[in-house]
């Protein structure tokens, strides 16, 4: 049973959440794999390639490529920033042009209908 248990917690932190309640306003989040021209949505952070990109549909829509950086999960266009920390914990980062850093606040949803 603990085996069970701690398999089914594997299989749960790698697949990304996709809900988002940001700074009061729903936020949907895609990550689509284009490595091959395939532009393959996937569900597992373990699977995503060098082409991907994640698609955040929100007060702003966004389509933000992957970045290289160790041991982070993230997407930039160097003026916004998305950062898995787990499958449900994210940052989203904003930066003004003014330099300065704006982190909107952001939780998993379980479902938006």
Known sequence: MMLISLLLSFWL????????????????????NNENG?????????????????????K???????????????FSDKRWKWIYSDNNKVELLEKKPNGEIVEHKCT??????
């Open 38 to 58: 395939d532009f393959a949505m996937i569900e597992d952070l373990e699977k995503i390639d060098a082409g991907a990109f994640v698609v955040l549909d929100w």
């Open 108 to 113: 998993y949803q379980e479902k938006i209908s």
């Open 60 to 74: 702003v829509n966004l389509m933000l490529p992957r970045t290289f950086i160790q041991k982070e999960i993230s």
């Open 13 to 32: 932190s790698i697949i990304p959440a996709s809900s988002f309640m940001c700074d009061n306003e729903i936020l949907q989040a895609k990550i689509i």
